[in-house]
């Protein structure tokens, strides 16, 4: 019959049942941060970076981006240019729901998987109503002379993006879109043995960055 529904039933998954601590969870050094808005549901384990802007959202949590750049890796943090940067660009065009990882006065860079990575200093204004599709975001400091394309990847991602400086202890909602509230979290900073199987994005550098050593199935933060 036309108009007729189509009867399903989705049934959604337990994310938080498998465990994450190895060691005693109360003797780990956390503290509570607050996550920025905009990366939508963020998991248990997912190693998070902080935002080093002078300004914006300084200070607040953001998923930790990996070294590789291949375009298969769970990177939230990014958000893919949708259309080729070109050169000495000032206004950089992402889907309009990763907008809203961003706010005025963010600091951010812009990145590849061939050309090395550029500072654009702070975001000066960011357009949501000319395009229905895309979202314009315009920058302080001008792309260079090599464009930075979609082939390769392209995304942008707020200053402090390439630094690990914890693991988060619970999975956690900060929104999708307009609608994107950001979220409360607890950060697990160090004295801790988690199973390596449960962490995300903790690739050499972030190991690097929190000073943790692997020992098969378990990861040590020192």
């Not at 812009?110 to 090395?116: E, G, K, L, Q, S």
């Amino acid at each position: 019959m036309a108009g007729r529904d189509t009867p399903s039933v989705i049934y959604g998954t337990q994310e938080d049942y498998k465990r994450l601590y190895y060691s005693d969870h109360m003797a780990s050094r956390r503290v509570p941060a607050t996550i920025m808005a905009g990366y939508g549901v963020l998991k248990m384990g997912l190693a998070m970076a902080l935002n080093g802007s002078a300004a914006g959202d300084d200070g607040k949590l953001m998923p930790y981006d990996p070294t590789a750049i291949t375009g298969a890796e769970y990177a939230p943090g990014r958000a893919y240019l949708v259309q080729n940067s070109g050169t000495t660009a000032t206004v950089l065009y992402v889907t309009m729901d990763d907008s809203y990882k961003f706010t005025v006065a963010d600091d951010v860079y812009i990145a590849d998987n061939t050309t090395t990575a550029e500072n654009l200093g702070a975001i000066t204004a960011i357009d949501r109503t000319t395009y229905t599709h895309m979202a314009a975001i315009t920058i302080t400091t001008a792309t260079g002379s090599t464009s930075f394309t979609t082939a390769r990847f392209a995304y942008i991602a707020v200053e402090g993006y390439a630094t690990c400086v914890g693991i988060l202890e619970k999975s956690v909602d900060t929104g999708t879109g307009a609608n994107a509230k950001g979220a409360n979290a607890m950060l697990i900073r160090g004295n801790a043995v988690l199973y390596t199987g449960m962490l995300t994005n903790f690739d050499a550098a972030a190991i690097a960055d929190l000073s943790a050593r692997s020992w098969g199935q378990f990861t040590e933060l020192l």
